[in-house]
């Protein structure tokens, strides 16, 4: 079974900048994308930013040039610093891990966090 824990939300001022982190556990044996969604109040899921094996990454035009995509393949971790919080990037965010193969299955399988809460004040 895979599982993502997310941490780091928190409530925060405008301005101010967090560290998302985002670890798989489970009998992974590859993960070909994860990423970073969010969801505020009466809107969709959207796409923050993902990051491939290769660390070619992608960003939502929202935050491009103030949040940045890591992950550490050895650990199965993806993080987001996020800088220059505005309001609205207050919202629940979520971290998936797609294309995940395990040892018990050559079959891939998309999977998400819990998700954690990011409050920014003006």
């Known amino acids: 079974q895979v599982r993502l824990v997310e941490s780091g939300g928190a409530l925060v001022q405008a301005g101010e900048s967090l560290r998302l982190s985002c670890a798989a556990s489970g009998n992974i044996r590859s993960i070909n994308t994860m990423g970073w969604y969010r969801q505020a109040p009466g809107k969709q899921r959207e796409l923050v930013a993902s990051?491939?094996?290769?660390?070619?990454?992608n960003y939502a035009d929202s935050v491009k040039g103030r949040f940045t995509i890591s992950r550490d393949n050895a650990k199965n971790a993806v993080y987001l610093q996020m800088n220059s919080l505005n309001p609205e990037d207050t919202a629940v965010y979520f971290c998936t891990a797609q294309g995940v193969r395990t040892y018990e299955t050559w079959s891939f399988a998309n999977y998400w966090g819990q998700g954690t809460q990011v409050t920014v004040s003006s």
């Open positions: 990051i491939t094996t290769d660390a070619s990454t």
